[in-house]
């Protein structure tokens, strides 16, 4: 028996990292693309509320929220508001739930209008946040689990990434050749060149996802390193803002002018460059506030913020600096997120994520192209296949369906409806799981072509549902210049003809005649091609 290469060891290494994780890694990736514009989404998916086209003054609206959570978080250990910025038409917070119940969360989330300060009345929704925390923690499980199974999904996509650039030895010249309607190879081109576009991308994006929670995935360094509380806590200090509460006083005492404050780090930081304010023992006379900086302005995430006596609004200490470690990890962090980016750099992540997106769907789909040829009967395959095909119908025409749902409950359930974001995500897994259930009731072919036109036409109508159930529909946003909302529902409607060709394409496509055993299959005969040593 001829031993087998390296690079064949790799292909098969390649096929099998990205079929085990891929549908996972479909999802994490398309959700996790459209989370680079999540406040925009969020601002859609809020239609009553007003866009600032300029920002309010940050400080006098953390003043203002301050006040406010005064009254509606009293007894909380700890608050936490984000600081308003251009992208957003609302501020939002969390606060620690006072003596919270096992098996409940421990904090609570709001939305609080910049002018007031007061809580917003819109509708309840967790907006496009939604997509950002599926992207990486999944939902109806406790966070830590989703976290772990989104790493173990980013090391099998950066295991496929090395062993695929092993296994192409002319990846880069077949990123210039595109042969169309020829089956397997036809498939096998458009990975190719989705894979080159967007390689050091792709890279960056699965490693640095790793990075930012590889103290959890990886704790034993820390723990040895670190073995004291006071040792774990300046650990801490060197990766996030997080302020550990003290001991309370007993004694009750007013909190100091947030304004003043953040005001404080304006002057040091600039106007528009100071990110959330984070309290400790509000009312107690050992209260802490810590003023953070703003991520826009620098590509690093490591924490830099100005810590203040929460009683007499004295500065305590300014933590600007971290080790040589933790400012790496900033970096990588923020690379990953993207937030320092400005408009351009965004829609260029976005661009090149989609294109990553359409990677790991065209390697899905080859799988089943390049096995089909080889069944026994194309009509009856065997479980395995049937379930891998249904598998990725769902994860990608389904998943596409399953979002324009989410948007359409978003503006069909009552405003007023009780726990109506969980609602709209309950929409979006039961619309996702029925488009599975529907895959394993039709032909493999037929279900593409249902579920892909079904995806265009929801994502298509939405601007109209908008038009209908809102006072904000497409054509006043143009007239009135609104960027946010003309720009989600044009690109809804790109990504509608984006579908409905997709839909055309399969539908245009015309099975032949197998000669092995007279069936018709669902997809071309691909041409075979001289297997590499």
Known sequence: MKPRGIRQTMSELHTWAGLLAGWMLYAMFLTGTVSYFKDETSQWMRPEVPHHRQTVDAARAAERVTATLGTLAAGSTQWSLDLPLERTNVMSAFWRVPQATPGRRAFQEGTFDQSTGLRTNSRDTLGGEFFYRFHFQFYYM???????????CAMFMLIAIVS????HKKLFVDFFTFRGGKGQRSWLDAHNALSVFGLPFHAMITYTGLVTLMTMYMPWGAQTAFRTPAQRQAMTAQTSTFIQPGKPSGRAAPLASVDAMVRQAQARWGRDNVG??????????????AVSRGEAARVSMSPQYMLFDGVTGKLIDVKERVGGAAETRGVLYALHLGRFSDLQLRWLYFIVSLGGTAMVGTGLVMWTVKRRQKLRDPARPYFGFRLVERLNIASIAGLSVAMAAYLWANRLLPVAMADRANAEVNVFFAVWSATLLFATTRSARRAWIELLWLAAGLLALLPLLNAVTTQRPLWRSIVEGDPVFAGFELMLWAFAALHAVLALRVARHRPRITRSTGHRSDVVEPEREKESA
């Not at 689990?145 to 790493?151: C, E, H």
């Not at 695929?164 to 296994?167: D, E, F, K, S, Y």
């Open 276 to 289: 959330r304010v984070t309290i400790t023992l509000p009312g107690d006379a050992n209260a802490r506030v």
């Open 142 to 152: 406790p966070p830590l689990w989703g976290r772990w199974i989104a790493g173990f």
């Open 164 to 167: 695929g650039v092993i296994t």
